[in-house]
């Protein structure tokens, strides 16, 4: 999956979809994904998860830049 940067924040802080992504249960993909942060362009490995929104099935690769602070990242159309 070849991803885009969507976002970043504080945990328990982040819209995403519409909505605070961590007030919704993640399943993981067990799919891993390569990233660069956008200020630092540090490599991070990802991994891809998936979550129910109001019926929908979404997709996006998550994880921590550093502490307590995540990077989203979504899928490239």
């Not at 970043?8 to 995403?16: S, V």
């Not at 067990?30 to 019926?55: A, L, S």
């Not at 921590?64 to 602070?69: A, I, L, T």
Request: charged share 20%; net charge negative.
């Amino acid at each position: 999956m070849a991803c885009k940067y969507e976002i970043a924040g504080q945990e328990g802080q982040c819209k995403l979809f519409g909505v605070n992504i961590f007030d919704y249960r993640w399943l993981a993909t067990g799919n891993k994904v390569e990233v660069k942060d956008p200020i630092y362009q540090r490599e991070h490995i990802f991994m891809i998860w998936q979550v129910e929104i109001d019926g929908q099935i979404y997709q996006f690769a998550a994880g921590e830049f550093s502490n307590g602070v995540w990077g989203f990242y979504l899928q490239e159309k």
